[in-house]
């Protein structure tokens, strides 16, 4: 037999002298305000609250029950009914400090509910119950957040790379900027930062926001679209001319006496080529099928997270010539670090996105556990072939490509790390000067298989600066990788 919820009523009345009474006028309550015999309250409850809706109703409907209610004596006591499907009988009238689903204070009549105080759920909104990761404390290793209520959040972010990436972007004095790692295969952060420099407007978590265009780093999803959705061949060669700071239409449409220089997708993933990659785009898709795709990566679509994520935007346009442009990279959408950091890790997790979480664990404040991570799949952005293709582009771009002074030449960047990526840059003249960097990518450890991430970096500079998106990442990347190798050795797997 199920366990009987209790609806659980407190009867005011006037003195405290006259418990038989009490008694009895709650009995003629319950039979005559419900209209029922006591024997057919043994019949299923929809649920608690929907008996407490009735009984009232029925109260105020009946006279005798009205009458009853105003001669009971002034005490308050508490009667439990239960509702499952054994013959119901009525408690003794002892006020009791057990929990039910549903309460309620009948006075004068009136049914009012009163919030359940039976046991501690999982937050539906994590951001209103508190959840805030710059108030978490490592704990053994973990960062920890005890809430308001005494419940515990602990985090999956890895507390030593969060610390240092957060000084990094405070020692630089990025005006605006974040970073987010991700473990590809389950979707956990292991880093989130955010940074507005102290002289600058304050625009909230940028780590969540799509604050920069996606500049550059849009290619992938063009280059998705070309090769799965339009079947042309990575490795044919194509040739332009131009294109490198902005697109007319002779870069896009094509001028054999001019286009003298030819690649194919994979040197313009590598070299951030725009006339090629708005060439194809041109010449191949329709402003249709490049929003399906860039909707299949994840633009213009709420992001399942436990903190509120604004959607990277994708802007259609009619314009032949413009859909090119911006097919290349050139404004029409934006992308947050966050986001960033769920294309790379689908390229890198066989096509598969997917969702990004926080919460390692979260305890009520007994402790007990009442939620532990679990990967979630958030959608297949594109075939495994597919991703396989676009990863082996990705490597060449921090090989020999338009970031390999940040990783490949980068003399204190581990050489036993694979990477690969696709930077980003893009610039605004007003209000003022803003310069827009990207590295979008992922890192493998070279001798354990099983240890990658993937990292989404933006740094927003002024005209002066010190670091640019793709160091940044390239930071995220080395860091979040040693902790991993060290926690796989300490647990000497």
């Known amino acids: 037999m199920t366990t009987p919820h ?5 009867i005011v009345t006037k003195d405290s002298s006259r418990t038989i009474l009490q008694r009895s006028a709650l009995g003629a309550v319950l039979a005559l305000g419900m209209g029922v015999s006591l024997s057919a309250l043994a019949a299923p409850a929809t649920s608690p609250q929907a008996a407490i809706h009735n009984a009232a109703a029925s109260a105020q409907r009946s006279a005798s029950a009205t009458s009853a209610l105003e001669q ?12 499952d499907d054994a013959p119901t009988e009525f408690a ?7 929990t039910a689903p549903a309460a309620a204070l009948i006075e004068a009549g009136k049914v009012v509910q009163q919030p359940s105080q039976e046991g501690y759920t999982i937050p539906s909104d994590w951001e209103a119950a508190g959840l805030d990761l710059s108030k978490a404390k490592e704990v053994d290793g973990k960062l920890v957040q005890v809430l308001d209520s005494g419940a515990k959040i602990t985090f999956t972010v890895i507390p030593s790379v969060q610390e240092k990436l957060e000084k990094m972007y405070a020692q630089y004095k ?5 970073l987010v790692v991700l473990e590809p295969e389950t979707g956990r952060v292991l880093a989130m930062v955010s940074q507005t ?12 926001k799509d604050i920069a265009p996606s500049a550059s780093v849009f290619k992938v999803v063009t280059i998705a679209a070309l090769i799965e959705g339009e079947g042309f ?35 313009a993933m590598a070299w951030s080529i725009n006339s090629l990659i708005a060439k194809l785009a041109y010449a191949h898709l329709s402003k249709d099928e490049l929003k399906g795709w860039a909707e299949r990566f994840a633009y213009n679509q709420q992001i399942p997270f436990e903190l509120d994520i604004a959607p990277s935007t994708f802007e259609t346009v009619s314009d032949r010539h413009e859909m090119a442009r911006s097919a290349a990279g050139f404004w029409h959408s934006t992308l947050s670090p966050l986001h960033g950091a769920m294309i790379s890790a689908a390229v ?9 979480s926080l919460i390692e664990r979260f305890e009520d404040p007994s402790g007990k556990t009442l939620k532990e991570f679990e990967a979630k799949r958030f959608k297949r ?33 581990p050489k036993d790390i694979n990477t690969g990526g696709k930077t980003g840059t893009l610039s605004r003249k007003s209000p003022s000067y803003l310069g827009y960097t990207w590295f979008v990518g992922f890192g493998e450890d070279s001798k354990n298989k099983d240890i990658d991430v993937a990292v989404g970096g933006l740094v927003c500079n002024k005209p002066l600066w010190h670091i640019k998106g793709p160091y940044a990442a390239s930071e995220g990347i080395r860091l979040a990788i040693e902790s991993l190798r060290t926690q796989k050795k300490n647990k000497g797997t």
């Open 233 to 267: 061949s990575p490795s044919k060669e194509v040739c332009y001319h131009g294109g490198i700071r902005s697109l007319t239409k002779a870069n896009i449409e094509g001028d054999p006496r001019r286009d003298t220089r030819c690649g194919d997708l994979s040197d």
């Open 92 to 98: 003794a009238l002892e006020p009791t400090d057990d």
């Open 381 to 413: 952005v594109m075939k495994k072939q597919t991703a396989h293709t676009l990863k082996s582009m990705m490597e060449r771009t921090t090989k020999v490509g338009t970031a390999r002074k940040y990783f490949r030449f980068r003399k204190d960047f």
């Open 348 to 356: 890198l997790n066989d096509g598969v996105m997917m969702q990004p």
């Open 197 to 208: 420099a102290s002289n600058e407007k304050k625009i909230g978590d940028i780590a969540r």
């Open 6 to 10: 209790k609806i659980q009523t407190h």
């Open 174 to 178: 990025i005006p605006y900027g974040g």
């Open 72 to 83: 009971i004596p002034a005490q308050t006591h508490t009667d439990t009914v239960a509702t």
